[in-house]
């Protein structure tokens, strides 16, 4: 992406509703970094990434973890950092995986603004096989295929 700011990933409550407060789980590109946020519970876990600036149109590899009250973030293979929260609990979500926004994002999420202008090229949860997502998208809006001469990004 050459974006500075986007919401990559969201899964909390259902479309439409208000996010705060509810438990979630989401990625985000703020100020050309990723910031990985998880709410369980008691409150928000933010991990946010300061060394490798994303908003640069190459090709990064990400890999988020989340146990608990813990999590980390991994860019590139080369560094990673971690956070975790107060109190350990699993994650209550009800709703969809959201790529590249949500339907309503600042009230979705109660913080980011706006939804990820970019390419997501692959997408896996919990060790499963690449998620094909074209074929897997419930629905898609101003969704294109990524192409070698559109910026690329690549989240796992």
Known sequence: T?????LVFWQGQGPNEDGVGRDNI???VVDGYLLFTFTAGSG???IPNRHI????GKVHT???KRR???????IDNEYLEHGEGSYAKGIDIQGNIYLGGAPNVSLMTGRFNQGFVGCIHAF???DSHTIELGAKAISGINVKPCSSSYEEEIVH
Do not use: F, K, R, T
């Open 62 to 64: 990400v890999v988020l």
């Open 68 to 74: 608990g009250n813990y999590g980390s973030i991994e």
């Open 53 to 56: 600036q994303i908003d640069d």
């Open 124 to 126: 896996e949860v919990q």
């Open 26 to 28: 989401g990625l985000a």
């Open 2 to 6: 050459n974006a500075s700011n986007g």
């Open 44 to 46: 928000a876990v933010d």
